[in-house]
């Protein structure tokens, strides 16, 4: 299973574009990355999945180069509702493989 | 659809009490797990089901126990609490799939959490 290295927090200001950077050296040729969004006292929230050059959604865009090694949350012009903690996780829940969530990165957002 | 639902939202529990926590979806979906949060840091994973009657060993077991007759629930049992398992406990699911050439991972649904406190 790919292990993943994520900053532990980052700090950033309303309006901003916030990029999250996410290594994962040893991904499998065929696995995807998908991103998580936790807010206190709730569950984990799917924000976004892709497999290679870029995947936009109306929540985030993902970036991933060509050799797969590392991918980039981008959140567009955080608000204060963006503070939160994100997850990026490589691997599948299908199957008897276990999926495991990391120590993400926790996103403060500043007024 | 209620998604995925999660009982008790709260539980204080003396060492050595024993109990269940109870999750359900309603998505038909075969894939279920649960996980610890521990304050401050990320969802470790205990155990994990790829359908009724399955069930694996995820991260951290050790004290609990699970068990999946139907699709629908996915009950974790606290065989004797100790204030170690103070947590936060989540449930969730996801459709299975992504076997052979795609491996992908298909979104987990998170139920709202059930906080526990062993004392």
């Known amino acids: 299973l790919a292990k993943t290295t994520q900053p532990i927090s980052m700090d950033s200001y309303e309006g901003q574009e916030v990029n999250i950077t996410c290594s994962h050296n040893?991904?499998?040729?065929?696995?995807?990355i998908t991103w998580y969004q936790q807010f206190p006292s709730q569950g984990p929230r799917f924000i976004i999945q892709g497999y290679k050059t870029k995947v936009t959604n109306e929540v985030a865009s993902l970036f991933i180069p060509a050799d797969r090694k590392s991918s980039t949350l981008s959140l567009p012009r955080v608000s204060l509702s963006d503070t939160a903690v994100y997850y990026c996780l490589v691997g599948e829940a299908a199957g008897r493989r276990a999926l495991t969530f990391g120590s993400g990165t926790r996103l403060q957002v500043q007024p | 659809n209620a998604g995925v639902t999660q009982t008790p939202k709260f539980q204080v529990l003396k060492t050595g009490q024993s109990m269940t926590l109870q999750c359900a979806q309603d998505?038909?979906?075969?894939?279920m797990s649960w996980y610890r949060q521990d304050p401050g840091m990320g969802l470790r994973l205990i155990h994990y089901?790829?359908?009724?009657?399955?069930?694996d060993q995820g991260e951290v077991p050790n004290g609990y126990n699970v068990s999946r007759s139907t699709t629908e629930d996915f009950p974790l049992r606290l065989l004797s609490a100790a204030p170690s398992q103070t947590s936060v406990y989540f449930c969730a699911s996801t459709q299975s799939g992504g076997r052979g050439i795609s491996r992908i991972h298909y979104e987990q649904y998170f139920g709202p959490g059930t906080r526990l406190t062993v004392t």
């Open positions: 040893n991904i499998a040729t065929n696995d995807y």
């Open positions: 089901s790829v359908g009724a009657g399955i069930t």
């Open positions: 998505m038909n979906h075969e894939y």
